[in-house]
Structures are given as C-alpha cells and as structure tokens.
C-alpha cells in the first residue's frame, strides 16, 4: 500500500531505506547538563523505528550565529565528543543522521548578532551588526569547518539551514540584503553566500557526504524571492554539489500560518512540485505531512523524492514502523497544535509534546511492565482518562474505564468540530486503538457510582472526569436565549443570526470559529491560500 514511501532513496554512493525523513527540530535538549545523552536515545529510539534519514535540530557554526548566547554551536573538539553521542546510539540502530547547521542571523535572541544589513527583525528585540566582507568570509570557513567537525563527531552529512528567514535566507531577499558590495545588489551576487558555503563544503568534506540544502521555496514576506529566484537558486544548489534540496516555506516573520493546526495537510507540497521538473536533484516536501497515507499521496503526485516529518516523530518514535508493519491506525498522530513542541522551544524549555509526553523524556519518562498488577477504575473518558487507562494496562494492570457519554474523547470531541481543528480526531482514534489493543474494559453510557467502585474491589481509583462550563452569575443568565459552548459545538441548539459571545478566551474564539466559518479545511488546500493570501501563481515576490 505504501510502495513509493517505503521504497529506498539511491543516492548513487549510498541508499536510504525509505523516503522518509525526520526534519530538523531544535529540542533544547542541545543546551541542558546531560542533555546530548538525552538526545542520543531519543534519536536512537526514532532510528530503531526506521526513518530513513535523520536531521538534528539547528547547530550554530559560530557564536554569533547561535539561536541564543550559550545555545549549541560546533566549532571545536569538545563539541565533537557530545555529539559522537548522538552518532553512534543512531548507527547502532542502523540509522542515518545528518547535523543541521543553522546561523541564525539577525534572528538570534543575543546582543551578537550580525545580519547582511543592520535591519532589526520585527520578531526581535535585537538590532543585528552589519557583517564587513571579512566577516562573511570567516562565515563561510566556519560553515566548512562546522561540517568537517560533523564528519568527524561521525554524522552521515549535514543540512545547510538555507530557509525561514534566518542568515542566509537574509542575504538572498532584497527584503533583508541593500548590501552594494559583491555579496549584494542583483540576485547572483544574492546567492553567492550559499552556493560558497555548498561548493566549498563539498571541496573539503568529498564525494561520500550527504549535502542536504534547505532552500526557501515560499518565503511569505514582501521584498522575498521570485518564483524564476528560487528555480535559479535551486539550479546553482545543485551544480554547487547539494546532494537533496529540502524545502522550506515561510520566515518566522511571516503572517501566514505555515505549521498550525489550521493548515491543511500537505498545503505546501504544490510549491515542491513546481520546482521538481527543473533540476534532477532530488527534492523532499514538508509541513504538515502527519499520516503515511498523506506522505504517500505526496510522493504518488510527483511532487518529491522523500517527505520530511518533523513533528509526527515527536508525537511517535515508531511512525515508519507502524506504516512497516501494517499498523497505521495505532500511530499517534501529531495534531500541530505545537503547544508542547514548537511552545516550550520558544520559551527555552525542553521540547515534548502533547499526545506523547515520553518525546525528548526518554530517559527519564518509561513505562515499564509492573511487578504488582493491580485492579484499575479511571473514571471519565477524555485525553486524560484514556492516557492513563492506555499506559497503566500496557504496564499490565487491569483497568476498567468508565464513561458517562456515549463515545470516548472528552473535550476533544468539542475541539474536532472547530473549523481547522479537525485533527483532535486523531488522538480519539490512537486511544481507541490502544484501548482494544491493551484490552481495556470500556464502558460507555455508564456513570460510575460509589457502589460500582466499591463493589469491584478496585485498588485504585483515577479520578478524571474534566471540566465542567462554569456557569456564570449576571442578570439573564437564565434566559432561553443564553446557552453554553457545549451545546452550541454539539449542535444541541439552534443559533439565530446575530450572536454575542461572552468571554473571549480560547473557547470564546473557537466558538466564533465555529459560528461563522463555513470552509472546513480538510483538503481544501485553495481555499486555505485563498484566505490567507497565498499566491500559488506567485505573481509577487514572496507569494
Ligand atoms: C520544536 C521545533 C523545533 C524546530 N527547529 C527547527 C530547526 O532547528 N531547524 C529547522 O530547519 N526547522 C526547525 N523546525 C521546523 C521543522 O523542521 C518543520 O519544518 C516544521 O515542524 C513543519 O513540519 P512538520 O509539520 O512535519 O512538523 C522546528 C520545528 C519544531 C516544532
Ligand atoms: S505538541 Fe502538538 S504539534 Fe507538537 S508534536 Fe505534539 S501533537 Fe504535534
């Protein structure tokens, strides 16, 4: 079923094992005491379940070009022996890694910044320092010698970070570059900051080293590139030596969701396609590629050789395998919320994520086989309950979950029926599959008393029956017309023209949402750049 996905990549000098890749993800874990340990096992857990190809998060060549001061960088030998770490756990598990190595730009959270132009980033607090032509050209040695140190600590290639907005996505927008020397002006003095960086990165590292460029297709701001840019971009990565060319879509500054949950699946993989009939290279799509059968969709369609998936390996480690094995509906799907994963990144903590709290915990978070099974009642079937109900029976416990409704997934079920929320739909079926396949005793439509608790001698009893609406206390909250969220989201009520919602949190914006969109996204990708303003005839540059 799934014959191009799990079909091997050749890339004449060596093969990878399926078309899969796990795109970059910077964890934080990069910069904690014992943090490389903890990195090494959980690439090594996502080499074992049999990605094709691995590609760290974004490692600095140099200070300045850190994501912040004392974040990870590979400039000396130190750095060599943590990252072994990472290498060897992976190959040990047959897999391959390549090391991304990101200068940030003007985008770093510290005083040292440098940019092509001294223009401050409207997402940062920091004005970067213009770089003189000796800075650049100490740059481009660092980017060399950044990735002979990665061949050294034993990484099968690197990812050069040529997207997102960061340095050198800067000096190829005119948006980000009014240089006037040779590194500025048109757009072959533009480019000439990364086809350096990739020719003379292939000049010392040779021919048997994985070049991934991560070019930026769709930049998504005024002032990026044309569409004839990108394809002479592309062409010159590719005579420069790049071995595959990943895409990148929107700089962090852009107003377009590129990752959100909203996005349609697959949304971008058109923009891949339009660039696969002009160079031979071969080419990998992104954002928002979450299940095998999108992924194959992708690669059927023509639109690249491999499909990168970031967070769908947070969410699980175990993804290909699954696909591998026939298992797919028991794959705990990534929603893109981003509220443990992309969230805790931003605020400096250790990335993880919300359907799977185990992701970057590996060493600390496991769920071992008990020595004491016990008699289990969870009462409620929400995440919660059914988080809990799923681990303690694959310990071994014997767990009976009780729920007052007629379906599991709580408040999950209000979410999925907002307008670009419809992956919560995923999390239901992963815990519905792993309730059948851990053998828990559901129990629907019953709401479990006192006396049914006693009475089967449970030994413990999980409490996780959620929240209720608060009701709240101002004249006329008991009028006709007043009604809660639940009932408007279930469809319990009829809803007249005109609408005043009370209370403008998440909930209160979920329910406009739902109240006045009528394009459900789900394949239906136009609408989605309609709305949004993206040109797939990229008229403008930027699109
Ligand atoms: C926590 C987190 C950290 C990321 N760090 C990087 C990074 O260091 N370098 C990079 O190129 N992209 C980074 N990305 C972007 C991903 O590579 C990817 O483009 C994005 O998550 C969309 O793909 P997905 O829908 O498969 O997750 C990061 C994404 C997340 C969620
Ligand atoms: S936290 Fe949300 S977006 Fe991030 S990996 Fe998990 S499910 Fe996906």
């Known amino acids: 079923m799934y014959k191009q996905l799990l079909s091997p990549l050749d890339l004449g000098w060596t093969k990878i094992k399926n078309r899969?890749?796990?795109?970059?993800?910077?964890?934080?874990?990069?910069?904690?005491p014992g943090g490389f340990e903890r990195a090494a096992v959980y690439y090594a857990e996502r080499a074992r379940g049999q990605v094709g190809l691995i590609v760290t998060g974004g490692i600095s060549p140099n200070e300045e070009g850190c994501v912040a001061a004392q974040a990870a960088k590979m400039t000396g030998s130190v750095d060599i022996e943590h990252h072994?770490?990472?290498?060897?756990?992976?190959?040990?598990?047959?897999?391959?890694?390549?090391?991304?190595?990101?200068?940030t730009g003007r985008y770093g959270y510290h005083p040292k910044i440098v940019a092509p132009s001294p223009i401050q980033a409207p997402i940062n607090f920091f004005k970067p320092k213009e770089m003189s032509e000796e800075d650049i050209e100490r740059t481009i040695k660092d980017y060399v010698n950044c990735a002979l140190l990665a061949k050294e600590a034993g990484y099968d290639g690197v990812e050069i970070m040529g997207s997102e907005g960061y340095l050198i996505n800067q000096f190829i927008a005119k948006r980000t570059n009014h240089r006037t020397d040779h590194w500025g002006g048109n757009y072959e003095n533009r480019i000439k900051f990364p086809t350096e960086i990739i020719q003379r990165t292939?000049?010392?590292?040779?021919?048997?080293?994985?070049?991934i460029y991560r070019l930026s297709m769709l930049d998504?701001?005024?002032?990026?590139?044309?569409?004839?840019?990108v394809v002479q971009l592309a062409k010159e990565v590719e005579k420069a030596g790049a071995d595959l060319i990943n895409t990148g879509i929107g700089w962090h500054e852009a107003r377009i969701p590129t990752i959100a949950t909203m996005v349609p699946r697959k949304a971008f993989a058109w923009v891949t396609k339009k660039l696969?009939?002009?160079?031979?290279?071969?080419?990998?799509?992104?954002?928002?590629?979450?299940?095998?059968?999108?992924?194959?969709?992708?690669?059927?369609?023509?639109?690249?050789?491999?499909?990168?998936?970031?967070?769908p390996f947070l969410s699980d480690p175990d993804l290909v395998i699954k696909t591998i094995e026939g298992r797919s509906e028991e794959i705990n799907t990534c929603i893109a919320c981003n509220q443990a994963c992309l969230d805790h990144t931003f605020q400096l903590k250790i990335s993880s994520c919300l359907v799977n709290p185990r992701a970057c915990h590996e060493t600390v978070l496991n769920y071992v086989p008990t020595q004491h099974p016990k008699k289990i009642a969870v009462v409620g079937g929400g995440p919660a309950g059914m988080a809990f109900a799923h681990i303690s029976a694959l310990r071994g416990h014997e767990v009976t979950l009780y729920e007052s409704g007629p379906k599991l997934g709580g408040?999950?079920?209000?979410?999925?029926?907002?307008?670009?929320?419809?992956?919560?739909?995923?999390?239901?079926?992963?815990?519905e599959s792993m309730m059948s396949k851990y053998k828990v005793n559901v129990c629907l439509n019953q709401k479990a008393t006192g006396k049914d608790l006693i009475d089967n001698k449970y030994d413990e009893i999980i409490l996780a029956n959620g929240v209720h609406p608060r009701s709240i206390d101002i004249e006329g909250a008991d009028h006709p017309k007043v009604v809660s969220y639940v009932e408007v989201l279930q469809n319990k009520v009829?809803?007249?023209?005109?609408?005043?919602?009370?209370?403008?949190g998440g909930i209160g914006f979920d329910v406009a949402e739902f109240l006045v969109h009528d394009t459900h996204y789900d394949d239906d990708i136009r609408s989605f750049l309609l709305e949004w303003g993206v040109d797939d005839k990229y008229t403008d540059p930027g699109a």
């Not at 408040?411 to 992963?430: C, D, W």
């Open 494 to 504: 009829n809803i007249g023209k005109s609408v005043a919602i009370i209370g403008a």
């Open 220 to 229: 998504l701001v005024e002032g990026g590139s044309t569409w004839q840019e």
């Open 276 to 311: 696969k009939s002009e160079v031979s290279v071969p080419l990998i799509a992104v954002n928002r590629i979450n299940t095998p059968d999108v992924a194959e969709e992708i690669l059927a369609d023509g639109c690249a050789d491999m499909v990168s998936m970031a967070r």
């Open 202 to 211: 292939r000049a010392a590292l040779g021919k048997n080293f994985i070049i």
């Open 20 to 32: 899969v890749l796990m795109g970059s993800m910077h964890t934080n874990l990069e910069e904690i």
């Open 84 to 103: 072994r770490l990472i290498t060897k756990a992976v190959h040990d598990e047959g897999g391959i890694i390549c090391m991304q190595i990101l200068h």
């Open 411 to 431: 408040q999950f079920n209000l979410a999925k029926v907002i307008p670009g929320k419809e992956e919560y739909a995923e999390t239901i079926r992963y815990y």
